[in-house]
């Protein structure tokens, strides 16, 4: 089964700062790989697929990178609807995990 | 403009089957294509996904439940339904119906419902 790890876990940041997510998967995905955004109470929203690709909508500050097993999610410049938790998710091949545990972007 | 709604009790009893229902509002499933899937989260912990279903045929469960839960598509009445059996206090979660980005990818979830929170307790 292919586990996904996120680093880090909390992530402090004040308005305009760049911030970089780390999501690692256990064995090569190529570039499937997904970045949700969900805010509390509410469901995820899909940002990325295919590790860099924005979906329509989604601001240019929001960029992606990576492939095989090493991928990071940045934030150019922290704006104040960006305060949310971020899930990876490999969709690569169907198993037990497909998502990482979360990153939540909090106001310092 | 696609929309998804779940809907079923917010409470379930130890031992018994949780049953849950998607409805699709904007689009017709049997003109879909896409995968319909069942994603749930447990109160602070992170997504799970359940399984996903086409229309079309094929169905896919994740291993660490697949004994236990079927997830049915109804073009009839344009709703995709949840079966979770034998449910223990571990399966309380908010629950989230989606439908993939395409018909390529069973997992990568482009639509979501705003879920529905269900809990197991006696």
């Known amino acids: 089964d292919i586990q996904m790890t996120q680093s880090p876990s909390t992530l402090s940041a004040s308005i305009g700062d760049r911030v970089t997510i780390a999501c690692r998967a256990s064995q090569s995905i190529s570039t499937w790989l997904a970045w949700y955004q969900q805010k509390p109470g509410k469901a995820p929203q899909l940002l990325i697929h295919g590790a860099s690709n924005l979906e329509t909508g989604v601001p240019s500050r929001f960029s992606g990178s990576g492939s095989g097993t090493e991928f990071t999610l940045t934030i150019s410049s922290v704006q104040p609807d960006d305060f949310a938790t971020y899930h990876c998710q490999q969709y690569d091949t169907y198993s037990a995990e497909t998502f990482g545990q979360g990153t939540k972007v909090e106001f310092k | 403009q696609l929309q998804l709604h779940e809907s079923g009790p917010g409470s379930v009893r130890p031992s018994e089957t949780l049953s849950l229902t998607c409805s699709v509002s904007?689009?017709?499933?049997?003109?879909?294509?896409?995968?319909w899937a069942w994603i749930r989260q447990a109160p602070g912990k992170g997504l799970e996904w359940l399984g996903s279903?086409?229309?079309?045929?094929?169905?896919y469960y994740n291993p660490s439940v697949q004994s236990r839960v079927t997830i049915s598509v109804d073009a009839s009445e344009n709703e995709v339904a949840l079966r979770l059996n034998s449910v223990t206090a571990a399966d309380t979660a908010t629950y989230y119906c989606?439908?993939?980005?395409?018909?390529?990818?069973?997992?990568?979830?482009?639509?979501w419902g705003q879920g529905v929170l269900v809990t197991v307790s006696s």
């Open positions: 279903a086409a229309y079309r045929g094929g169905t």
């Open positions: 989606a439908r993939t980005r395409s018909s390529s990818w069973i997992l990568l979830m482009a639509h």
């Open positions: 904007g689009g017709f499933i049997s003109r879909s294509t896409e995968y």
